[in-house]
């Protein structure tokens, strides 16, 4: 059974960077068939996918198109983590953040979020 | 992207069944059929539902089905339980390996 725990600051500042990470249990950051998706969801948005990264052979990040100038999303294979950072935030980015994992279903071999964590609440102050 | 449009409630007595809608454009829902939707209780992780449509991941009643007409997907829940009260999201795919979540829809049980 796959477990995801997020951990990181509650609280950063405006302008400041956003940073947390995902700790993976029952699965590897680096398997072939798995995808680490970061999901927020806020009052005002609802949930918003943010991007994702995955191992194929090398490594590959996706990510929403209005977050990704941003954003980084990297692996740590020596913990089994995985990372994100929101750069220049501002109170727009208060929102509670989830890991998912991205897992291949059905004849699509899509990838849809199957497993996700608690979720951790980070409030930007202005 | 624009976030896919849910009703922000529906709601049903035990017994009786609910559809959920899920609008987007031919970008997202109408042009993939891989759509899924996601049950959440506040406080507990995000449950995963319904993929490529309809389908239904091991595990999940089959009172939950999916469907999916042009540009709209829909969630119907039949033979509503107390325990179905919960936010109900879809997702989709929407190209350039970007995925695209609904607005959300709570579900309460009269």
């Known amino acids: 059974q796959v477990q995801l725990q997020q951990s990181g600051p509650g609280l950063v500042k405006s302008s400041q960077t956003l940073s947390l990470t995902c700790d993976i249990s029952g699965d590897s950051v680096s398997s072939n068939s798995a995808a680490w998706n970061w999901i927020r969801q806020s009052p005002s948005r609802g949930l918003e996918w943010l991007g994702r990264?995955?191992?194929?052979?090398?490594?590959?990040?996706d990510f929403a198109g209005s977050v990704s100038s941003r954003i980084s999303i990297n692996p740590d294979t020596s913990k089994n983590q995985v990372s994100l950072q929101v750069n220049s935030v501002t109170p727009e980015d208060t929102a509670v953040y989830y890991c998912?994992?991205?897992?291949?279903?059905?004849?699509?071999?899509?990838?849809?979020?199957?497993?996700w964590g608690l979720g951790i609440l980070v409030t930007v102050s202005s | 992207q624009s976030a896919l449009t849910q009703p922000r409630s529906v709601s049903g007595s035990p017994g009786q069944s609910v559809t959920i809608s899920c609008t987007g454009t031919s970008s997202d829902v109408g042009g993939y059929d891989y759509v899924s939707w996601y049950q959440h209780h506040p406080g507990k992780a995000p449950k995963f539902m319904i993929y490529?449509?309809?389908q239904r991941p091991s595990g999940v009643p089959d009172r939950f089905s999916g469907s999916k007409s042009g540009n709209t997907a829909s969630l119907t829940i039949s033979g509503l339980q107390a325990e179905d009260e919960a936010d109900y999201y879809c997702c989709s795919y929407a190209g350039s390996y970007t995925e695209v979540f609904g607005t959300g829809t709570k579900v309460t049980v009269l």
């Open positions: 998912a994992r991205g897992y291949s279903y059905g004849q699509s071999g899509r990838h849809y979020f199957d497993s």
């Open positions: 490529d449509v309809s």
């Open positions: 990264t995955y191992y194929r052979s090398r490594w590959y990040t």
